[in-house]
C-alpha cells in the first residue's frame, strides 16, 4: 500500500473573493471587533476564566462574577444565566436570578440556581467497536482531536459554536448532515476503510445540510483534517453578525469545491484523495 501520509508542505494562499462589505473574517483582513461578542473575546481569552471561577467566584460568591464573564465567557465552560421566575424574553438587560450548568455547578453558585445544560461534546457512534456491520472504529481519532486540541488557545477564539460528529456505521447514527463537521465511515477501492469529510450542516434558523466533500481520510489523518476545518471557520468565518457566524454560511457562499482547495492547500499542504461519497441512510438511525 503506497504511504498515504500527508507530507506538508507549506501552505499556499488560494484566491479568495474579497466581499463588498466586511464580514469579520480574520484572514482577509478584518482584524477589528464588529459587535460586543467580538470584542469580549478580543477582550480576554474565554478560556482564562476558568481559573477565575475555581479561585476567585466559588470562593466570593454569585455577586463577585464580572458581568463581561456572566454574560458571555461562563458559556465557555457551560455555564448561562438563567432569567428569574416570571421574567419573559431575553436580551442583555433581563433580571438574572444565577446560573445555570451542564452538571454540578461550581462551588459557590448554589445548587437551586443550577440546571443540567445539553452539552455540545463531540458525537460518536454509541456501538463503535463493536457493531458488526461497523465499517471502522473512528473512536481513536475523537480520543486524539481531544489529546491535542481541547484547550487550545489556538481554537478557543472561534466565530460561534463548532459541532463534531463522527462515524463509522454504515447507518450514520451521529446525524453527520446537522454538524458543522462529520467525518462519516467509507470504503475506497484501493485503500480501504476510513472516512469521508462533510461540512456546513446545521439546524436552527436558515437549516442546511452537510455538503459532502467526497474525499478518503485515513483514521490517523482525522485530527489534522479536524483542526484544517476549525482553522478554516476561525479564519475565514464571519463575525460581523451573530446570525451568520456559523460555518454552514461560509460553506454555502464558497461551495463545497472551494472549501476542499483551501483546507488542502492552506492548511494540509497536501491533497486529500477522492472517493465518492457514500449516500445517506433512509430510515431510523438508532439502534433500539
Known sequence: ???????????????????????????????????????SKKDDDALNVRDRILNTYSKRGFDSIDP???????????LYTQRKPGIDGGGPGRPDRGVRARGRPPDGVPEDRAHRRRPRP?????????????????????????????????????????KTAL????????????????????????????????VGGGLSTNPMLAAKMGVWIPLDQVPDVWAGVASIFRDYGYRRLRSRARLKFLVADWGIEKFREVLEKEYLGAPLASCPSPESPVGFRDHI
Open 122 to 162: 463531540f458525537l460518536g457512534s454509541p456501538v463503535a467497536g463493536v457493531a458488526a456491520e461497523e465499517i471502522i472504529d473512528g473512536s481513536s481519532a475523537l480520543e486524539e482531536i481531544k489529546r491535542r486540541y481541547i484547550g487550545d488557545k489556538q481554537f478557543s477564539n472561534l466565530p460561534r459554536k463548532f
Open 68 to 78: 463581561a464573564d456572566l454574560r458571555g465567557r461562563f458559556r465557555w465552560m457551560g
Open 1 to 39: 500500500m503506497p504511504d498515504l501520509r500527508f507530507h506538508g508542505t507549506r501552505p499556499q494562499h488560494t484566491e479568495i473573493p474579497r466581499p463588498k462589505r466586511g464580514e469579520g473574517q480574520w484572514a482577509l483582513g478584518f482584524n477589528e471587533p464588529l459587535n460586543k461578542n467580538e470584542q
Open 167 to 198: 462515524t463509522g456505521h454504515p447507518d450514520h447514527d451521529v446525524s453527520p448532515e446537522t454538524n458543522d463537521v462529520s467525518f462519516v465511515g467509507t470504503v475506497h477501492p484501493e485503500h480501504g476503510p476510513g472516512f469521508d469529510l462533510w
